[in-house]
């Protein structure tokens, strides 16, 4: 039996909860909906996807502490991959070096946390 689900999206835990909405804002160029002030932020990504932001209850604080990147990125396909790395710089967001995968053209980012995100340019086929 397979589990039965309607929607998915992605929560981050945020230390910082100002610093991170402010910077995922930047980024994808639009205002959290809905936003509690200090509780939750949600942005729609493309696909139905999205991103839910939130501070850690006090007594969750160690559970979602993040000690690196670890196993899990945030992926988001772009149009045009060298422009989307300007957008970064112009975030002051680090990033890497553009890399060839077997999908294509990408290059790793880390938000203000620490938390690794992906833009991938997928191949012209």
Request: glycine content about 6%.
């Amino acid at each position: 039996m397979a589990l039965s689900q309607n929607q998915a999206f992605l929560a981050l835990a945020a230390q910082d909860f100002d610093t991170i909405v402010a910077f995922y804002q930047a980024l994808l160029g639009q205002s959290p909906q809905p936003f509690m002030a200090h509780r939750y932020a949600e942005f729609q990504l493309s696909g139905g996807l999205r991103l839910a932001i939130f501070p850690p209850k006090p007594s969750a604080q160690e559970e979602f502490h993040l000690s690196s990147a670890g196993p899990l990125s945030l992926c988001l396909g772009v149009p045009d991959l060298n422009q989307a790395l300007i957008h970064l710089q112009q975030l002051q967001c680090p990033h890497g070096e553009i890399q060839e995968a077997s999908h294509g053209k990408e290059a790793y980012a880390y938000d203000p946390q620490g938390n690794r995100i992906i833009l991938y340019q997928p191949n012209q086929t």
